[in-house]
Every structure is written in structure tokens, then in C-alpha cells.
């Protein structure tokens, strides 16, 4: 009994020595920097063969060959990394990344137990705790004196020390120094010091929710990133009280995330971009440069290619001219054209969305030109948006010089499908935007993603209207002196090379023309419901002045910065933001009382079913004429069509509006499943197909 257990004694006692000996040999493998690093590579890079291991590593040399082979073969030996024979690769075995992980993990409480404090630092690595680094960053991010900034850092370490925090990160320090300019008085320095970004919980959120995000992670990023970019546009770009009209609701700009670095609108000619050619240069080396033109195939390839590029520049929408032109050269085949086409427009459409309403591509028709193209065109386009739930490329039917009666038919067809359609004699974007030089046939470019709170200056007025138009200037003046500051921030971006297709192609601000727009909404609730005018001749004479006064503001504040600027009132965002906050200011019984819905008018609004008994002496539509004529940005009129109007009824519509109106554009209520993407006008509380009660209209 005593010779077993003496047996099993010696038995244990020989296993711990091999386990210990194996664990000493472990450590000594972990002792050599050389080794620690080639670990690292495998872990980060996956299976490498031979000489890129070597490479990775530093070994570069033939002299050092010897060296690496002897760390290798060290590795190998303790079975933290192995070979694959057959594909003679080597990777990192779990033994290895958990050496791996112990290694840090010994390097990372070190530091912590030597007493010293270290900061996490935003690059990703750990170094010694230097109040220096403080007063550097004060002097050249906030523009500090240095004698302040040595004040500030002196106050912040104090603090560091009082704590005893001995593991610190550069974003707990950068609250600190904030924290303590603030408690000073110094507001200012803090806004340029201050971290932009999303809270932790908000990206969580983010995450979890994916299922409300409809561009992938493109969306995603896009989403998080104008974030950053629009609380630096509020903090740290725009005058203080520009940037208190926006958050308050005096005023509200569009796209906050992009409105320093995109314009909103450009106009260009398609003939003049593919005959002139698409220099790129050294920007997006992964795209395809256009090949020179000579089938239906090379133009379809680079209008895709022109159109997606385009996309890429503007935050709402691009208007293409030329198309039915640069077409006739390949004629012969009109079904052909008409299936390219919609080839066309399906590849532009996986073309980036910086957000959920995306950048519109809209094709101008001049109807009286070549009438079979045209045609191909329209029924291209039908099969488009036949195939997409929710289409961002649209058309400008031009009527100024021929007949819609046509073309109805096909037209009626291609809303009843929910195609994006605006009709005008004019050139106009699909948002209703006028474009602002229309003696140049080159690209013209609107900014326009500012717009004014009418309702807002009539509640603060008292009923006084020359109060309220006094108002108005004197809040135009900032919002144009903020939007000249844009167009020379974007100017300087796009020169720089953020935007190559303006800069490079269009010799932007010198071949283009640049019209800043500002958009008025809210006129009839303001006017009619808040000033406690009657909608007749006497509340019809105060609109009129409201847009006067805008007009001559613009024209005057314009002269003086050297800038071309014009008077919208066509759809914004703002017009649910405006109404939202002001019922949360005046009550929301206040605003419901002269609101049609959650949102406040944008532009003016015909009833297709009243069309038809209109003529050009009925008040609404003398007054549409009237307000279009005045308005030196744009008008959008809108002609509401209801869901049970037939195709016939919709011909009949269009074809009397056009008749009345200058421009209009017709809207009608097409459903959409959001979950499985099937449209159809007649979907009521569930998807058909999928049974999903997520229905957008």
C-alpha cells in the first residue's frame, strides 16, 4: 500500500514538473519582444505563408533570415503557432492567442501598479499622463492665450491628482477641461473644444433598431457621421444667433450634416458633360472611367456613370437637361432606347443616399421636340418605376413649347405607378426650385436648404403686420449672411477637390452660376390665421406685401454680398418641424386651429377633382399665377389626386391644370409595404404578400 501511494507520489510530482517546466518555457517564448510581434501579426492578419510573415514582422533582410527562422521555430516548438503543410501557411493556435491576450493583459495592470497615470488616448494607444499635452491642445484647437491655457491645465490637474484616477482616457480629460472653461465664463473656448460625436446609448440604439434603417450600413454610417458634421455646423461654423434661430424654430436648415460641404440643387446639360468628358483625376480610383461614345452601350454606361457621380455632389437634387437630344443619335432602334434607359435609370439607383430622403436625379422632356424618343423615354421610365418601390429619379416634363395631350396617357400611367412628375414651361427642379441663371447654358447651382418660420414671426407680432414684415427682414439679414458664409465654404471645399465633378468638369463659380434661395413657409396660417386676415381681397393684399418685403430684403442684403438671391415657397422638412414647435411653445390648440394636418403649408395646393370647373379667373388659381409670378425662386403648386381617380380621370387633370398654371406637380398617395417592398395603391392595413402591417404611403 505504501510503495502504490509512494508510486503515485512520484507520478504527480513528475507531472507538475513537466507542466511547470512547459509553463517556464511558455515565459521565456513571451520574454522576446520579436516573438510577442509575430504572435500579433498572426492573430490581426490570419493565416500568412513563410515570407510574409517575415516581411510583416521587420526581417527584410537576408542577414536577418537566420533570426526569424530561430523565433519561428521557437513558437513552433511550444505549439503557439502551427503549420499548414498542405497550404504552408502558418496561424496562430488558441494556446498562442491566449499567451496573447495574457501578454496585454500583463503590460496593461503593469501600468496601472506603477503607480503613474496614463490616458487611453483616441488613437488607440496608452501613454504617461503629460499636463503639456493639455496646454498644447488649449493653444492650438480653442486658440487659448498660452498664459490662460497654463491656468486652465494647472486646475484640471489638481483635479486629476484629487481623484487619484489612475487610468484615464482622452475624452474624460477633454470633459474635464471643459468643465472647468465653463465654470470660468469661457463658453466660446468650450464650444471649439467640445467633442462631437454620439453618446454610447445613442449607437446602441442605433444597433439595435436596424430594422428602421433602409440603406444598409451605408445608412448606418452616413446617419452617425452628419451627426458630427451637424453639430459642428451649430457649435462651431455658423454665427451664435444663426445657429439659436435654427435650434428655437425661427429658422430651420436642411441637412444639417451636409449643408456646409454639398449645395442642394445644380443643374447641368448631359450633352456638354459627355462630349466634354468626365476628368476624374485622382478621385474615386475605383470607378470606371467613361468610355469614348460610340454605341447606344457606351452612352447608357456613362449616363449611368455621369448621373451616379453627380448624385455623389448634392444633397437634394440634380436636374439633367439633354437627354432627348444626345438619344437621337440612336434613334433607329426605339425599343431599344426604351429598355436601356430603364437599364439606366435601375443602375442609378443604387447610387449612395446620405439620408432617408435621398438626392432626386431628374431628367428634363421638352415636349416638342422629337416625339418618338420622348415616347421611349416615358415608357423607359414606366418600367423604372414599375420595379422600384420608392424612386429617386424623376422628370421635369417640360410644356412650354408642346402639348401634354400627347403624352397623357402615358403620364397618367406612369403617377398612377407613383413616377416622380413635375410639369412646367419653365426650368424648375422637381422641388419646385427655379434655376437661378437661366442665360447660361452651363451649370447653375441653387442653395436653397433655409427656410423661415412665418407662423413664428406672427405670433411674436402681436397682429402688428408691419411689425411681423419688419420681423421678417431683420431675420433674413443673419440667415444670408449665414448662407453667403456656405457658399464660400462649399465653393472652397468643391476647388479643393471634395466635389470633382464641379470642380474639375464645370469650373465651378466660374463657368456655373451660384443663386442662393431662401424658403418662406407657413404664408396663409401666418397671414390668414395668426394676423386674423380674411381670405379676400384685403388678406390677399398682406400676402402680397409678406413677399415683398422678402423680395426687396433679399435683392438689397444680396447687392451688398455680391450674391444672386431669390424667394422660395416650396416643401421643406422644416414645415412639421416649424408647426411641432411652436404647439409646444403657444399651445397646441393655438396652432391646430389654422393647420390642415401636422405640418404648415408649403407652396399652394389644387384639388384634381376641382380642376376641371377652373378657369384662369378662379381665385385660387389667380392667386397660384399670381404668387408664381412674384416669386423669383420657385412656387410649387401641387395637384392633389385622390386614390380612387382612375387613369382617364388623371389624363383629363394634367392636361386642364396645364391649361391654368404655369408648373405643377401631381401627388398620389401610392402604398408601400416597408417590410417586403411590394407597391400597390390598394394595400389598406396589411402587405398582401408578406401580411406585415408596416405600410408606408
Known sequence: MELSEDFEDQKRGGILQSASKRVRMIFSVMASPNRIDILRILNSKGPLTYSELKSLAGFKSKKESGKFAYHLRKLLRQSLVALNKSERRYTITNLGKLVLSLARQIEERSIIESGKMY?????????????????????????????????????????????????????????????????????????????????????HEMITNVDGIHNGVEGLLF?????VFGEHLVLNTLPKDVADSHLSGDIHLTNTGIWSLLPDTIFVNIKELLEDGIDLRGKFLGVTRMPPIKTLDDLITSLSLVTSLLLKEVSQEVIIDGLVTVLQKFSKNLSEVEEKIANAFAITSTAPKYNENSALASFRIPLGSDSKIIAAILAGYKKYIKSTPLPHIGLIIDYEK??????????????????????????ISNHGILRGD?????????????????????????????????????????????????????????RRGLNPILASNTQYMQKGSVTLVVNLLGLKEAVLGILGYENNKAGNEIMTKVLETAIEVAAKKGKEMGDNVTISMTESDAATRFSTLDG??????????????????????????????????????????????????????????????????????????????????????????????????????????????????
Open 119 to 203: 490616458v487611453r488616448t483616441s488613437h488607440e494607444a496608452i501613454e504617461e499622463f503629460n499636463s503639456h499635452k493639455i496646454i498644447q491642445s488649449l493653444v492650438r484647437e480653442g486658440s487659448l492665450p498660452l498664459e490662460l491655457a497654463q491656468k486652465i491645465t494647472e486646475e484640471v490637474e489638481n483635479r486629476i491628482y484629487k481623484f487619484q484616477t489612475t487610468y484615464l482616457t482622452s475624452s474624460l480629460i477633454r470633459e474635464m477641461v471643459n468643465a472647468v472653461l465653463l465654470e470660468h465664463g469661457h463658453e466660446e473656448y468650450r464650444h471649439k473644444l467640445a467633442r462631437l460625436g454620439l453618446p454610447a446609448y445613442d449607437i
Open 223 to 227: 446617419k452617425t457621421g452628419q451627426t
Open 402 to 427: 408642346g402639348k401634354i395631350m400627347e403624352f397623357s396617357d402615358l403620364l397618367s400611367e406612369i403617377i398612377v405607378l407613383g413616377g416622380r412628375i413635375i410639369f412646367s414651361k419653365s426650368h
Open 438 to 494: 437661366t442665360k447660361n447654358t452651363g451649370t447653375s447651382i441653387n442653395l436653397q436648404a433655409l427656410s423661415i418660420n412665418l407662423p413664428r414671426l406672427a405670433f411674436e407680432s402681436n397682429k402688428d403686420e408691419t411689425y411681423f414684415r419688419a420681423r421678417l427682414a431683420i431675420l433674413m439679414k443673419p440667415a444670408l449672411a449665414a448662407m453667403s458664409l456656405r457658399k464660400k465654404d462649399i465653393s472652397d471645399l468643391t
Open 584 to 697: 409646444e411653445k403657444y399651445g397646441k390648440m393655438s396652432i391646430h386651429q389654422f393647420v390642415e394636418g401636422d405640418a404648415y403649408s408649403a407652396g399652394m395646393t389644387l384639388n384634381a377633382s376641382e380642376i376641371e370647373g377652373m378657369t384662369l379667373k378662379t381665385d385660387k388659381i389667380a392667386e397660384c399665377n399670381h404668387i408664381s409670378k412674384m416669386l423669383n425662386g420657385g412656387l410649387l403648386i401641387q395637384l392633389k389626386i385622390s386614390n380612387e381617380m382612375d387613369t382617364v380621370g388623371i389624363k383629363k387633370a394634367i392636361e386642364k391644370t396645364s391649361e391654368l398654371v404655369g408648373s405643377f406637380r401631381p401627388i398620389r398617395k401610392v402604398s408601400i409595404c416597408g417590410n417586403c417592398g411590394l407597391k400597390d395603391e390598394k394595400i389598406t392595413d396589411k402587405c398582401p404578400t408578406c401580411k406585415s402591417p408596416y405600410i408606408l404611403a
